[in-house]
Structure formats: structure tokens, C-alpha cells
């Protein structure tokens, strides 16, 4: 395969298509928006964890890693949803490879004190997978994205 041309030129800033493998899901949470901050973010898939420090700013969050982890990131959309009894977080895990993703994977979401001691809310699901091919042009190289939910 011929490797793309570089992308000077001002069309390729519109053609260029973004995909990144990440697993996606929601936990709710029986905090107010405004508790959520500085708490943790656990993300667990079969067994092997990874965290980020959540942040809260007006009616948005962020997860922030704590440590670069081989196995992966663990992050947050910012958008923050009240319900009834808190909030509801949409957390995501980007892979450290997406090569060893599978249909089936335990997942375990959780938020804990800044110490990791008390645990505030947990979710254990399992992921299901698609794949996204993106083709190559001028602009990039072709490249697949995997995208995984997690029910129930």
C-alpha cells in the first residue's frame, strides 16, 4: 500500500474521517453534579483496571487519567445527565489495543471516593462489538475502528 501524500493542502482538513476504538456506556450515579468532583472513575474489562479523577465544572465533566495504563484510558463524555436520583455519567474506555477486543468481555464501571474506599455506584456489564473500516486517500491511510457497547 502506497502511504497517503501529506495532508497540505486545505481539502484534506474536511476529508479526513476520525474513528478510535472505545467502548461506551452510562452509570448512574446517586450523587448531585457538583458531589461528583474529585471522585474516581474505575473502569474494569475482565479484570484489568484503569482510572481517571472526575471533574465537574457548571453542568459539564471530566475524567482525567491517573496513570498511563498499558491496558487502556478511562474517560467521560462531558455531557452530564440529572436524573431523579443524581446523575448519569456516559463513560468511555479507549483499548490499549483493540486487537484483543471480544464479543463478551466483563466490564465492571464504578465510582468511588478519592480514596478508592467507599464505593458510591457500580455496574457490571458485558460488551458487545462492531468494527468501522475507513478507507485510505490522499489524505490518510485506511484504518478499522472498533466500537463496543455495553448492556445491560
Given at each position: ?11 484534506c482538513?474536511?476529508?479526513?474521517q ?13 450523587l448531585?453534579?457538583a ?39 478511562a ?32 466490564f ?36 478499522s ?8
Amino acid at each position: 500500500m502506497l502511504a497517503p501524500v501529506a495532508c497540505t493542502d486545505r481539502r484534506c482538513a474536511f476529508d479526513i474521517q476520525f474513528c478510535e476504538s472505545r467502548v461506551t456506556g452510562t452509570l448512574d450515579v446517586p450523587l448531585k453534579p457538583a458531589e461528583l468532583d474529585g471522585k474516581r472513575l474505575e473502569i474494569c474489562r475482565n479484570g484489568a483496571c484503569v482510572f481517571a479523577k472526575i471533574f465537574v465544572s457548571r453542568h459539564e465533566i471530566g475524567c482525567a487519567p491517573t496513570a498511563a495504563d498499558p491496558a487502556g484510558t478511562a474517560g467521560c463524555e462531558s455531557a452530564l445527565e440529572v436524573t431523579s436520583s443524581g446523575a448519569r455519567i456516559h463513560v468511555i474506555y479507549y483499548p490499549g489495543s483493540s486487537n484483543d477486543l471480544t464479543n463478551g468481555d466483563q466490564f465492571a464501571l464504578r465510582i468511588t471516593d478519592a480514596s478508592a474506599f467507599t464505593v458510591i455506584a457500580e455496574r457490571v456489564a458485558v460488551a458487545s462489538y462492531s468494527t468501522t473500516h475507513i478507507e485510505g486517500n490522499d489524505c490518510q491511510e485506511a484504518r478499522s475502528c472498533v466500537s463496543g457497547t455495553l448492556t445491560p
